[in-house]
């Protein structure tokens, strides 16, 4: 049994910060790389950002870039977005993923997916 389970969203003001949370559970993860997909309403799902076993290897989508921050505690099984200066743009549902081929988790088709935690960012 996989799960992934994020929490921490809510709902913020433009430029405040806010960080998620993903738990991962029920098999090994080490070779997975880790991530996080994001979808707003009538939007096309998109990729935010990813990490591998070693967190320098991090990938920040150039949408989130500079204000983003992805890491990763592999003791805990647990994966961060921590997010900066936040946007209206950046409201929508955020899901945990994880899949042992990056490309998969980059073109938002991964082996796993957590339930989604709602992030609303107000103006």
């Known amino acids: 049994q996989v799960q992934l389970v994020e929490s921490g969203g809510g709902l913020v003001q433009t430029g405040d910060s806010l960080t998620l949370s993903c738990a991962a559970s029920?098999?090994?993860?080490?070779?997975?790389?880790m991530g996080w997909v994001r979808q707003a309403p009538g939007k096309e799902r998109e990729f935010v950002a990813a990490?591998?076993?070693?967190?320098?290897?991090?990938i920040h989508a150039d949408s989130v870039k500079g204000r983003f921050s992805i890491s990763r505690d592999n003791a805990k099984n647990t994966v961060y977005l921590q997010m900066n200066s936040l946007k209206p743009e950046d409201t929508a549902n955020y899901y945990c993923?994880?899949?042992?081929?990056?490309?998969?988790?980059?073109?938002?088709?991964?082996?796993?997916w957590g339930q989604g935690t709602q992030v609303t960012v107000s103006s």
């Open positions: 029920g098999r090994e993860f080490r070779t997975y790389f």
């Open positions: 990490v591998g076993w070693i967190g320098g290897s991090a």
């Open positions: 993923a994880a899949d042992e081929i990056f490309g998969k988790l980059r073109n938002v088709q991964p082996e796993y």
